[in-house]
């Protein structure tokens, strides 16, 4: 009998999940592929700022795994997380929902994301938001409507000042697109609070840097710095935050500005499982050969944001974006299957498209194919492309249409609490303990 090979695929976001869905297209039935997750679908980060706005339901910030490997012979999605590699004997240990599993392997590819860092600045992880997941933007966008709700119950004006000022650290992608996300909100969604004036709203981003998307073309940052300004965001560039406290942040100057709410979007750590393998690491990535092979462990490759793949267009390291991410996820596919051949290995190229950035509702700033857009030209491109990226034809009508309706209603101010009955029994009782048990 033949033996089968598998390829076990360990992380399901772009990287992966681009992996997964070329390998489906492309394997024999003689081989097996298995996707293993710790969630049962794949976020589309850069869109966390638009559920944070409420631009978005969250449900459209995130797709289905198993809709992106289809069942089919040999396929199989594990939902798990991986805690230990045997890169000798070729075997993973997983935790499921069905208890402890070892998994054997022929060919292990590493394709997990980052996690926050939360301890770049002191008091970060006790009094900042951080965004890197759906639960982050839920979060921040029911804090955002709370601290609206108390505005109005609040007769102190120095602190409803405070309650509606919102901070954002760090003045990237997710900085400035959460800071644009969050004014327009913010606009929007005060017709709604009439005991709300419009000076007690603010938002400010603290930028350590001299300009804004550093990532993008200067022309690029400096558009979205005007458009945050226009819609009256402050804009602190060179401002680096030294500590955060309940009452607000402390800049290196010596400058304390007053805020009740602080969004930290800076900061990335690798995934603990990375940092235990003891695989070759460098800026807190796993390096690999430009083919996307891990040097010194025979049938493991890694591929996007914990992965320094060299790009052979430019000799420069790739950046962690979706756009690199799927490109490497395609160009693994093809190596893998010419490894199982014998065929010579291709080292990943790729030539970027261009850069995007939402910077708020239908408002955006893009380099497409060398040619700069900005506001809703812009907005338009960057929303088709990760509409592109969303599985099956029925998920991506059903979003264009409530993308589409959105453009022409206002934000949604519902406070998303999801408390189970027996939680909420819980804390009836025990608040009716404490007011009605009868006094001695």
Avoid at 19 to 35: F, K, M, N, V, Y
Avoid at 178 to 204: M, N, Q, W
Wanted: glycine residues 10%.
């Amino acid at each position: 009998m033949t033996r089968r090979t598998s390829i076990v695929i360990v992380g399901g976001g772009f990287a992966g999940t681009s992996l997964a869905r070329s390998l489906h297209a492309q394997l024999g039935e003689s081989t097996d592929l298995t996707l293993i997750s710790e969630e049962s679908t794949t976020t589309f980060n850069p869109m966390l700022p638009e559920a944070v706005g409420a631009s978005i339901f969250p449900e459209q910030v995130v797709a289905p795994l198993r809709e992106m490997l289809p069942p089919g012979p040999g396929r199989r999605f594990v939902m798990g997380r991986v805690t230990d590699v045997d890169t000798v004997g070729k075997t993973l240990a997983c935790n499921t929902l069905s208890g402890p599993r070892t998994m054997p392997y022929d060919h292990l590819v590493l394709a997990f994301g980052n996690r926050a860092r939360l301890d770049l600045i002191p008091g970060m992880a006790e009094h900042s938001l951080p965004l890197k997941t759906v639960g982050d933007a839920l979060e921040i966008r029911n804090v955002v409507l709370r601290r609206l709700a108390r505005i109005e119950l609040e007769s102190d004006m120095l602190l409803r000042r405070s309650l509606g000022h919102f901070i954002v650290i760090g003045g990237g992608f997710s900085g400035v697109e959460v800071a644009g996300e969050l004014v327009d909100c913010l606009h929007s969604i005060r017709r709604f609070y009439p005991r709300v004036a419009d000076a007690e709203l603010k938002v400010t981003v603290l930028q350590d840097l001299d300009r804004l998307l550093p990532e993008l073309p200067a022309r690029l940052g400096q558009s979205a710095l005007a458009s945050l300004r226009r819609r009256g965001v402050d804009v602190k560039l060179g401002s680096r935050a030294v500590r955060i406290h309940e009452a607000g942040v402390e800049l290196s100057s010596g400058e304390a500005i007053v805020a009740h709410s602080v969004i930290g979007t800076i900061g990335t750590r690798p995934n603990r499982l990375v940092e235990a393998l003891g695989l070759p690491m460098e800026r807190g990535r796993i390096v690999v050969r430009p083919d996307m092979r891990v040097p010194g462990h025979e049938g493991v490759w890694a591929l996007g944001d914990c992965a320094l793949v060299p790009n052979a267009q430019d000799g420069k390291p790739s950046p962690p974006t979706a756009q690199f991410a799927v490109r490497q996820g395609r160009q693994l596919a093809a190596n893998l299957l010419a490894a199982m051949e014998g065929r010579a290995l291709r080292d990943f190229t790729h030539r970027s498209r261009g850069q995007m950035a939402s910077i708020g509702h239908m408002k955006g700033v893009a380099e497409v194919f060398g040619i700069a857009l900005s506001g809703l030209p812009a907005w338009l491109v960057w929303r088709a492309y990760y509409l592109s990226q969303m599985p099956t034809l029925r998920r991506k009508l059903r979003i264009f249409v409530e993308w589409t309706w959105g453009m022409f209603f206002p934000t949604d101010i519902t406070h998303l609490r999801f408390t189970p009955s027996r939680e909420v029994m819980k804390a009836e009782t025990e608040q009716g303990e404490r007011l009605y048990t009868p006094r001695p």
